[in-house]
């Protein structure tokens, strides 16, 4: 299993910026992508970005296209959502997911990914 860490998560006001930060560790050679999800009160885990490990192709939902750039530092074993514009609807838990398996052409669904982070705040405020 692959552990992950997120961090950088807090408070910034609508319009601002913050990057987060998911370290990687364990059986890191089997990751075929990292996706960043994101959970607010009272609503389902949705999908926000994802990257391939190897080529680094990206995929974004169309809520954060244009905005929000997943990255990854391959020699870190670390990825990276750089937020900007930010929306007080960004408000969420976000969390970072490794995918071990290739499967389907989809990177949008939470059941294809095997492992999961603990999350890290983001509060937007209006």
């Known amino acids: 299993q692959v552990q992950l860490v997120e961090s950088g998560g807090g408070l910034v006001q609508a319009g601002g910026s913050l990057r987060l930060s998911c370290a990687a560790s364990?059986?890191?050679?089997?990751?075929?992508?990292m996706g960043w999800f994101r959970q607010a009160p009272g609503k389902e885990r949705e999908f926000v970005a994802a990257i391939t490990w190897g080529a680094g192709s990206t995929y974004y939902a169309d809520s954060v296209q244009g905005r929000f750039t997943i990255s990854r530092d391959n020699a870190k074993n670390t990825v990276y959502l750089q937020m900007n514009s930010l929306k007080f609807e960004d408000t969420a838990v976000y969390y970072c997911a490794a995918r071990a398996h290739y499967g389907t052409t989809r990177y949008d669904f939470t059941y294809l990914y095997d492992s999961w982070g603990q999350g890290t705040q983001v509060t937007v405020s209006s």
């Open positions: 364990g059986r890191t050679f089997s990751t075929y992508a």
